[in-house]
């Protein structure tokens, strides 16, 4: 008989579904007897076959697949549907599609999290040395910035006739202390060595050195110039002054940083401070310091928020003894952070530490005082460390499990104690992720098994046999539409071209065009005016415009273009949500793309203008890697319902 021309849906993606129509069959004929299951295979010839590979396939005659050229299996007619969220699949198919499973699971799990920052001199370890008597500069041994110095070297020759003045005292004093008599009164005597020991005391108080006042009595004779020597160690950072200048009391002259140990400023973005915990360990790199890693700790989070930035800065002592970190060095930093349930971030290794609370970097293991300011110390635990038996243990699944499509979370469910494996499609409710890990809030209990390997051949199999795609189920959200919201659907249309043109820019592997491209979407965002939106639809767009803005500040400071994928990943989730809430104003569709590859097989979706697939996780590694899964159709301003 001559087969007739081949009729299927085409997808671009693999499903392995249909296989189990085979099992099911062979499997009942095993029960029968030789002569029945004769009469009955004669009786019961398939009227349809597929392929194990491409189950769309449907032919009347059994000849090789036309996709992939392998043998059809006959469909089951009589096959039982296992319910509209679930698909049956046969062990062979499972095999096939080499579908894993793994249990959801409570434990600790740990997540880098990767900021950027400056070196800058630790406030602690800066001093200022001023004048402490009027005068006149002589000399500036030190005549530049940038020099070391050590404690005791010579900085300054400063003339001044109270200082004349003041050796002269010293002197007389010393004189009449030195030839008081043995047998005066006690109360002369006391006068005379409290004379020396005043004027003695406030030269001393002027800046000399005791070596400096006891070479003036044992000369005995006064200078009109006095040498300033440094009081401490470190690098001139700083020097106002000249030669031949007039200083008063209390005159800057230098200022001097100890550079042994120096703080390493972090910006951290407001969604990333659950992150963020006193007493951290942070990995520091620097250009400057190629090669090498530095380690540090955090030892203060700033309590405000810049509101321009919408940053937090957050301080990490780092031990600098080999000064290979200079101040005003650029770094990358990578915090380790462990999350318990609540977001609580736990560090082992402060437990039981006593701690100073105006100088936290001042660690012990008992109680006592501060070295710094004598404040007596604190538990570890009043400054928000938690021990790790203190905290429950959150729920998590290998984030391999969960398809990512917008802003919904999607994961695939083995169905304990059916005949053939079954898979029931779970929206989730997802909390941060943690490497390779994502923390599950909702949607699942502990020790259900989800499919960690093969969740998207699952999905596209239930597409096929015509089941509701949890990729593509709609979720239940609110949208804005009406007259009254067309002048702020207008002003979005700039910032959805911005974000069009990033897009079009990582599909092309065009580094410096999507710098650009997400600067603009930036200050697009900026401009958009909503302050006359209804409260519900201002909060809308706050959400996803505050998104918007930490991303694209992010973005345009890094320095490859995985760096720039990586911070585009959040955008589309954000301009998809806000297309899905208020449409878009110009005369031309736009869709919604699925990538089931991107991000180590998690998949993201994006938005585009086009129908064909430009892919800007991959580029040209992957052009036309995803498929369109939604259509957005111009929403008409005069109507009501923006349809």
């Known amino acids: 008989m001559k087969a007739r021309t081949p009729i299927y849906v085409v997808i671009t993606v693999l499903a392995v579904g249909v296989a189990f129509w085979l099992g099911r069959a062979s499997g009942s004929h095993r029960h029968a007897t030789p002569a029945a299951d004769t009469a009955e295979s004669e009786a019961a010839t398939p009227t349809l076959w597929t392929c194990p590979m491409h189950p769309e396939v449907r032919l009347p005659d059994k000849v090789p697949c036309p996709k992939c050229g392998m043998e059809l299996v006959p469909v089951d007619p009589n096959a039982k549907d296992p319910g509209p969220r679930r698909i049956a699949l046969s062990p062979s198919a499972v095999a096939l599609a080499r579908i894993e499973t793994a249990p959801a699971e409570r434990r600790f799990v740990s997540m880098p999290l990767r900021v950027v920052g400056k070196v800058a001199f630790d406030e602690t370890r800066v001093r200022t040395i001023a004048s402490r008597v009027a005068g006149r500069l002589e000399r500036l041994f030190v005549d530049y910035t940038g020099i070391s110095v050590k404690e005791g070297d010579h900085l300054v020759s400063l003339y001044s006739a109270d200082l004349l003045t003041a050796q002269q005292e010293l002197i007389e004093a010393k004189k009449r202390f030195d030839r008081t008599p043995d047998d005066v009164s006690e109360f002369i005597a006391d006068s005379n060595r409290r004379g020396y020991e005043s004027a003695r005391e406030k030269l001393l108080l002027w800046g000399l050195a005791e070596d400096q006042v006891d070479a003036i009595t044992q000369r005995g004779t006064a200078e009109d110039r006095m040498l300033i020597r440094s009081p401490t160690e470190g690098v001139v950072i700083d020097k106002p002054l000249h030669e031949g200048d007039y200083v008063a009391e209390g005159t800057p002259i230098y200022r001097i940083a100890d550079l042994d140990r120096v703080w390493v400023l972090l910006d951290v973005y407001e969604q990333d401070l659950p992150w963020i915990r006193y007493g951290q360990s942070v990995a520091i790199t620097a250009e400057g310091v190629p090669g090498r890693v530095l380690e540090g700790w955090v030892s203060f989070v700033s309590p405000v928020l810049d509101e321009k930035t919408r940053t937090v800065r957050v301080r990490v002592n780092v031990d600098n003894r080999a000064r290979q970190l200079k101040p005003g060095m650029f770094v990358r930093a990578v915090v380790s952070a462990r999350l318990g349930i609540g977001g609580a971030v736990l560090e082992p290794r402060l437990a039981g530490k006593w701690i100073s609370p105006m100088h936290p970097e001042i660690v012990k293991d008992e109680p006592g005082t501060c070295d710094v300011c004598g404040m007596d110390l604190v538990p570890a635990e009043s400054l928000g460390y938690l021990a790790e038996g203190s905290a429950e243990k959150p729920l998590v699944v290998p984030a391999s499990a969960v398809l990512v499509t917008g802003t919904r979370g999607v994961v695939y469910v083995e169905v304990p104690y059916e005949a053939e494996p079954t898979y029931e499609g779970r929206e989730v409710v997802l909390g941060p992720r943690a490497g390779d890990w994502y ?34 189920v709609r979720p239940e959200r609110e949208t804005f539409h009406g007259p009254e919201f067309a002048a702020f659907r207008n002003a979005l249309e700039p910032l959805y071209v911005a974000y069009l043109e990033l897009q079009v820019a990582l599909g092309e592997d065009d580094f410096e065009r999507g710098l650009t491209s997400i600067a603009e979407l930036g200050a697009r965002v900026e401009e958009v005016e909503a302050d006359t939106l209804p409260r519900r639809a201002l909060e809308r767009w706050s959400e996803e415009s505050q998104i918007l803005r930490t991303e694209t500040e992010a973005g345009v400071r890094v320095a490859t273009i995985a760096e720039l994928r990586e911070r585009f990943h959040p955008i589309p989730r954000s301009v998809l949500a806000l297309e899905r809430i208020f449409g878009h104003a110009a005369d031309t569709k736009r869709y919604e793309a699925f990538c089931p590859m991107a991000f180590d097989d998690r998949g993201a979706s994006w938005m585009q203008g086009d129908a064909r697939i430009l892919n800007p996780y991959f580029g040209a590694e992957m052009l036309r890697c995803g498929e369109v899964q939604r259509e957005f159709e111009p929403v008409d301003g005069t109507s009501e319902d923006g349809k």
Do not use: C, H, T, Y
């Open 439 to 472: 923390v599950i809030r909702d949607g699942l209990e502990e020790n259900e098994r989800v499919v960690v390997n093969g969740a998207f051949r699952v999905d596209s199999s239930m597409q096929i046999l015509a089941k509701p795609s949890m990729m593509s």
